[in-house]
Every structure is written in structure tokens, then in C-alpha cells.
């Protein structure tokens, strides 16, 4: 199937692979349950995949779609065995995110603007926001880039000194304020300081924390909006970090935030650790934002661009 040409070199094709080892098997045993004993696609072996899809996070708008494309081929095909539901379910999953037109980036690249380019990152505590951040960093800069950071999280004293050791580790500048200061005004800074030095990208942490959607959007209103002092349309980007592990509270962290303000961008981390990494699946089919990276490992090089060919090839593979 054309869908499946190789794009991801050998290693990072290896590290995808290792990184959602723990959803395939789950997977997998699940399905393998759900066919025991029976030899053609029905009504109820598909009431049974319905159960493994959702089970595993793909969420439920997703899976009905699934559900219904391979529902098309029995009717179309007359005849489905159990044995082929593996090859079915990894074309007709490929099918429905190649309708997706985001998914098909290859490597760390960011447009070429005048002036830095400015991705602010958002998401709640304790999902990888500042691992995040500094393993991009790490690949921007690998990619020729001048990467400045902004330690916009200024609510958790942790979250600044975490920054500061990932812009040591991987040799970019940082622009912090005393824990407490106006985030704002570390916005301000950051974009001022990456204009005096000519960078090309900023990578803006912000809290993770807010005590509610009203704290929070006035928050990321006036952090936009002092930033536009300096950069006129900054934000460039706006990417939600989300912990893949929760499974279906990833779904909800992603409908909040994006009630709350405009996302354009995602990343999902923490794949290697869980069951759950379905979940990329239904978040890349259900919100029309772009997943732009995914987490597959603790490695600083275990943080890899979303490639939805790849991502299908490896979870079926």
C-alpha cells in the first residue's frame, strides 16, 4: 500500500517503534481476545473491535467512523475473515488520517519569517510542558537554529529552575525573572532579547496553572498582547501540551484549553510510558489542529515530529 513508504530513518523509525511497543501489545491481546474462535467479520465481532477501540483511547467519534468504513467493505466484500482484521484495521485507520492534512512533517523545521518566530506553550502542570520545551530546543538548534527561551511560568519555582537546566543542557540562551514576577513581562523580555540577537525561533513556557478558565485566557490575552509591543503578530504558534498517558483526559484537557484560547498546534507526550496511544489516533482525527510532535521516550532525542504514516505503519507493524 502506498500509504506505507518508508519516511523515518532506521533509528528513529526503531525508537517509534519502541515507544508505542505498550500500546500495540494491549492492543493487540485485546483484539486477539475480541476474535477468539471466530472465523468472519459480524455484527458482533465488530461490536467487540468497537469495545477494543474505544478501550484503547482512540475515543469514541473516531471509532465510529473506523467502525463504519470497515462496515462498507463486508457489505462491499461479502466475505471478511478474523484473519485479515489486522491488514483492515491498519488500512482503514490510515485511510481516515490521511484525510487528515496535518501529520506528514519529516523533520524539526519552523517557517521562515522576518524576525523570530514564536511558538508560546501551554498545558497544565505535570504533563511535559518543560521537558517539552527543552528537548525541542535541543532539535531546533540541531537543525541550525538560534532558539531563545522564556521562563513564563513564574506561578512554580520548579518550572524556571527545570528551564534553566535544559537551556544549559543543550547550550541555548534563557531569559528568567525572580519566581512571582509578571509573566508578561518575561514574555516581553524574551521576545526583546531574541530580536537584539537575531534568533530565529523563541519557545515561550507559560503557567500551568490558573485558578480558572477566566485567569487563564485574561492571562494568555495579556501575554499576546505585550508581546505584539515587540513582535507584531506573535504568537506565531500556540502549541497544547498534552500527557498522552490519561487517555481520554487528554481529550478533555485539549477541548478545554481549546475553549479557552486559540491552539494551533499540539504535542503529545509520554507514549512510551502507557497503553493509551490511541489516543493519537482519535486527537488527530477529532480536532482540527495540527499533533505536531510526539513523546516516545525520556531520551533527549526521544521527542520526534508526528508522522501519521509513519505513527500507523508502527503501531500495526
Not at 518543560?130 to 537554529?145: D, E, F, R, V
Not at 521576545?191 to 492571562?219: C, F, I, P
Request: hydrophobic share 40%; aromatic share 6%.
Amino acid at each position: 500500500m502506498s500509504f506505507f513508504k518508508k519516511i523515518f530513518s532506521k533509528e528513529k523509525k526503531e525508537t517509534l517503534d519502541k515507544g508505542l511497543e505498550k500500546s500495540k501489545s494491549s492492543f493487540f491481546d485485546k483484539l486477539g481476545k475480541a476474535v477468539a474462535g471466530k472465523s468472519t467479520v459480524d455484527a458482533d465481532v465488530l461490536d467487540d473491535l468497537e469495545d477494543v477501540l474505544i478501550s484503547s483511547d482512540v475515543g469514541v467519534a473516531t471509532t465510529v467512523k473506523i467502525i463504519d468504513r470497515i462496515e462498507e467493505r463486508v457489505a462491499r466484500d461479502k466475505y471478511l475473515g478474523t484473519s485479515e482484521l489486522d491488514a483492515i484495521l491498519r488500512e482503514e485507520i490510515a485511510g481516515l488520517m490521511s484525510e487528515v492534512n496535518h501529520g506528514n512533517a519529516t523533520e524539526f523545521t519552523i517557517p521562515e519569517i522576518d524576525g523570530p518566530y514564536v511558538i508560546m506553550i501551554v498545558g497544565v502542570n505535570g504533563v511535559g510542558k518543560t521537558t517539552t520545551i527543552g528537548k525541542l530546543a535541543h532539535q531546533l538548534k540541531k537543525a541550525g537554529k538560534k532558539v531563545v527561551l522564556g521562563a513564563g511560568d513564574t506561578f512554580r519555582a520548579a518550572a524556571v529552575d527545570q528551564l534553566d537546566i535544559w537551556a544549559n543542557r543543550v547550550g541555548v540562551e534563557i531569559v528568567k525573572q525572580a519566581m512571582g514576577s509578571d509573566p508578561a513581562s518575561v514574555a516581553f523580555d524574551t521576545l526583546q532579547s531574541a530580536v537584539a540577537q537575531n534568533a530565529d525561533v523563541v519557545l515561550l513556557d507559560t503557567a500551568g496553572r490558573l485558578h480558572n478558565k477566566v485567569n487563564l485566557m485574561n492571562e494568555l490575552s495579556k501575554i499576546k498582547r505585550v508581546m505584539q509591543k515587540v513582535i507584531p503578530n506573535a504568537p506565531h504558534d500556540v502549541m497544547l501540551v498534552l500527557d498522552g498517558s490519561t487517555g481520554q483526559n487528554a481529550f478533555e484537557q485539549a477541548k478545554q484549553f481549546t475553549a479557552t484560547t486559540e491552539v494551533t498546534s499540539l504535542a503529545v507526550t509520554k507514549l512510551d510510558g502507557t497503553a493509551k496511544g490511541g489516543v493519537v489516533i482519535g486527537i488527530s482525527d477529532q480536532f482540527q489542529i495540527p499533533v505536531r510532535y510526539i513523546g516516545v521516550g525520556e531520551g533527549i532525542e526521544d521527542l520526534q515530529v508526528f508522522n501519521k504514516v509513519e505513527f500507523v505503519d508502527s503501531f500495526f507493524n
